[in-house]
């Protein structure tokens, strides 16, 4: 995965062209980058960047796989290592978040490939190298059924859910960086989901702003 804000004096050849597709790609769009752009702020010539990529699609798709790897690798582990449904969950938008706050140009690349035209960017569609994360979430609801540690719907129903309230404040955070993805909003979303937003005398939890400003 490429990590933004680093020395590069610290990167194989390789990552460099990662990190510099990355900015590039994330800003300017997949049709706006050029080869000739992207070997320039990497320093290196084209003949090195073949060596490592087949061509500007080769580099774009390996770029995007890898964000979402890191991603559903970390989706894993907590899966795997966490007891209870909420407490899988609260780790798991936790992670995105903080994903959203630390890797802004990967978000950006991100919903490129879900939103852009399809002629404008390599035939990588979302909805396909998102399906691991989906059924991911929904092995988790799935099991949060069977446990009785949920109810109200099906694991797919569950999972769509969920997903939207994650990713629209990805996607807010994207527009507006002024918004603040905090592991305390994290938290607060989950058992926003988990308890509703109905009235209680004690309610169990209490959304923090996650705006600069009241």
Known sequence: MVIENIDTSTLTTEERLMRSALRLFSEKGYEGTSIREIIEEAGVTRPVLYYYFQNKEDLFRKLVE???????????????NYSDTIGKLKAIIRATFEMAEQEPQAVRLILQVYFAPIKASPPIRGSEIGKQRFKIIESIMREGL??????????????????????????????????????????????????GACYKPNPPFSLTNPFNYV
């Open 146 to 195: 069977e446990k009785a540690e949920l109810s109200g719907g099906d694991a797919r129903a569950l999972t769509l859910a969920f997903l939207g309230i994650m990713d629209m404040h990805v996607m807010a955070k994207s527009d507006r960086p002024e918004l603040r993805l905090t592991p305390e909003l994290a938290e607060g979303i989950v058992d926003l989901f988990f308890y």
């Open 66 to 80: 890898s964000i979402f790897k890191q991603l559903t690798d970390r989706m894993n582990y907590i899966k795997q």
